[in-house]
Structure formats: C-alpha cells, structure tokens
C-alpha cells in the first residue's frame, strides 16, 4: 500500500485558496501604478483608498474568518494580503481588525459579537489596538491602565503608545489592568471610542511607518459603556491570545510579501545597473548569492506562514498555532528586513531617493522586527513553551 500523500495535499494550497490568491494577484498587480497614492490616501485622509476599499468589500476579501475552513479562513486573509504586499502594497489597518474581530469572536460576548463582526466583515469600520504603554512596552504584565467597574459600566485612566490608525479607527480595544476598588484583579479588554470625552490622541511623529499615522493614547477616567467588554471582566487575557495568533500570522505575510517584492526589484535592477565592466552586477556573486539565499528563505518562510494559518482554521491546539505563529513572525521580519537591506545595497543611491519610495519600504521592514510585537517577545514564547525553559517576566 502506497503511503504517499494525494498530490494536492503536498504542501500546496488548495485550489479554492489558490483561486483567491490568483483573483488577488491580478487585482494588485492592476493598483500596482498606484501604491505611493493608495499610502498617501490614507495617512492624509484617514480612510482606506476608496477604490482600493471597494474592491476588498467586492471580493468578500475583508469577511474572511480565522477559523472557518467554508470561506477560506486565515489563510485566505494571509494570501490576498501577501499578494498585495508583493505588489508594494502593505495594507496594516485590516490585520489589527481581523485580528480583533477573531478575538471578539472566540471569547465574545453575543452582543459584542452581534455588533462588530458583522461590521467588520463587511468592511465598514476598522478596529485599533492599545496595549503597549511607554515603561513596559510589549510586557503586557506590567501594563498600568487601569479599568475600574462603575455603575454602568466602567472607568479607564491610563497611557497607551504607541497605537496605530486611531484616525481611522471606529473603536480601539483597550487593554487594561481589572480593578474592584482598591484591589487589582486580572486584566480587562474594552472596546473605546477614541473621540470619547476623556480621551487625548497625540500623533507620533514616525513618519508613517507601516503607511498609518501612529499615536500616543491618554485616557484620563474615561467613562465606558458596560456594552464594550470584550470577553469577561478580569480574563482580558483570554482575549489577548486568540488576538496574538492571528495578528503575528498576518504580520508574518505582509512580511513576506514585502520580502517578494523587494527580491523581485532587486533582481531587476541588477540586471539593468552597469557600474563597471561594461556588465551588470547581478553577474557578480556579492550580489546575486544573497538574492538567491533570500529567495530560499522566502520559499521556507512563506510554507511557514501558509501552515500557521492553516493550523488555526483546521482548530489545532493552541499551543501548536502560536509556536507556528510566533515563529513566522520572527522569520518573516528578518525575511523582510534583509530583503530590503539588499534592495537597498543593489539600486545604490536610487534608493535614498525619497521619491522612490524605497526608504519608506527599508524602514517599515525594519520597524516589523520591532512591532506590533517585538522579535525578542516572540522568541521569549518560543523559549518558554516551544523549549520549556524558564520565564522571568
């Protein structure tokens, strides 16, 4: 008896999610022109790029469920947004509101579920995120906002920074430390209008990295409706987890389409720049040698990030996801940032050129190694559950 697997199933996408990669890459490659545009729309109009946004809702390209294996689940969200980042498109606002309406969906409740997600699904609003603080940054252990139960609902005072989108955002979910008067008791996760009294946003001045304008978030004794608890009050944890799986998966393909994109610029370049010798310089080792190093670790990083996402819409143990998770987002950054280091190395002064765009693409790529969650955080889980060695927090 033959124990070799259909061909189908050897490592390869299905046909339905090669189909929506397909439909996805030819539609990017049609915005492709428009790229500088689509990032400038939506830092200086605080919206996504309308025409861009409509073909997304079209294409049912925004209801993409973590978890569902009936309309492509996770891994569809990560290739239509690959393939877009493959065109130099780097979409961030859709990867913190999957990720979110996933965390919404897994720990609820009803009517928050009933709210947001079909929202979300449709396209019609974004969601933020505000868990880093300025003294503990990814340690959400040590966050020191503070969300206190009042009649009614609840009370929140604290710092977030940095937080991404907040001009575009309908709600940001607020992660926050559970007070029962004096007494701290868990962590709290609501969803908080950002333009609600109490509430400061201060912009960053980041230069747009990720192609969104980033903010300082204060939140002093903020009143929030009882409707906005996300999961249960104390287990704001609860919903942290299912958030992190999704958003390192999506974090992980961006990277990796950015990857692509800077590989295949570098590749054209380097046959067209002549700098001495009358040849171009991808005949020379220094340069094509690290673009076909880069391009096997696409290759790996990228079965990587497919078998993530695959894993949290097949409903594996949780554990198993966010080991795959953790370790694709710390392959992808550095996949990506090496990527656009060499872009940078091949097109030579080219790339400086801030008409080019080409600064831009380094400094997100390098900002990924950093955010939304840190490289070093990242292998801290590996280290802890992957290795069972010890934690110190």
């Known amino acids: 008896m033959s124990l ?25 490659a049609e915005f492709a022109p428009r790229a500088h545009e689509i990032r400038r729309h939506l830092i200086e109009h605080s919206e996504m790029h309308p025409q861009l946004w409509r073909v997304f809702r079209e294409n049912g390209w925004c209801a993409y469920t973590p978890g569902s294996t009936e309309d492509g689940g996770l891994l569809a969200a990560a290739v ?100 029962e008067g004096d007494r701290a008791n868990g962590y709290t996760t609501l969803l908080v209008d950002p333009r609600a009294p109490g509430v400061t946003v201060t912009e960053i001045p980041m230069r747009f990295r990720e192609g969104v304008r980033q903010f300082q978030l204060e939140l002093d004794d903020v009143a ?59 005949v020379h080792q220094a340069v094509s040698h690290p673009l076909a190093r880069l391009t096997a670790r696409l290759a790996a990083t ?7 996402a695959a894993r949290l819409d097949a409903g594996a143990a949780d554990t198993d996801v966010a080991a795959d998770a953790n370790a694709a987002k710390v392959l992808a950054a550095d996949l990506a940032f090496d990527a656009a280091d060499h872009a940078v190395q091949v097109f030579g002064a080219d790339a400086w050129d801030e008409r080019n765009g080409w600064l831009d693409h380094y400094l997100d790529a ?5 955010g939304p969650v840190s490289n070093e955080f990242a292998l801290n889980y590996l280290a802890e559950h992957a290795l069972g060695l010890s934690a110190h927090r």
């Open 224 to 282: 929030v409706p009882e409707d906005a608890l996300v999961g249960r009050e104390g287990g704001g944890l609860f919903a942290l987890w299912p958030f992190t799986d999704v958003e390192r998966v999506l974090t992980a393909a961006l990277c990796v389409g950015s990857a692509d994109y800077a590989v295949r610029s570098a590749v054209v370049r380097a046959k067209e720049r002549v700098v001495a010798g009358g040849v171009p310089i991808g």
């Open 4 to 28: 070799a697997p259909p061909a189908e199933s050897l490592f390869d996408l299905s046909a339905a999610h090669r189909a929506i990669r397909d439909e996805a890459s030819r539609v990017a």
């Open 80 to 179: 239509v947004l690959a393939a877009f980042a493959e065109q130099g498109i780097v979409l961030w606002m859709p990867v913190l509101s999957t990720a979110i309406a996933h965390a919404i969906a897994v720990v609820g409740p009803d009517s928050a579920r009933a709210t947001w997600l079909p929202l979300v699904a449709a396209g019609k609003i974004h969601l933020g995120m505000a868990a880093t603080e300025p003294d503990s940054g990814h340690n959400l252990f040590a966050a020191r906002t503070e969300i206190r139960r009042v009649e009614g609902g609840f009370v929140v005072r604290g710092l977030k920074r940095v937080t991404s989108g907040l001009d575009v955002v309908e709600r940001v979910l607020v992660f926050g430390r559970a007070f």
């Open 302 to 308: 990228r079965l990587l990030v497919h078998r993530a």
């Open 366 to 370: 390098r900002l990924s190694r950093s």
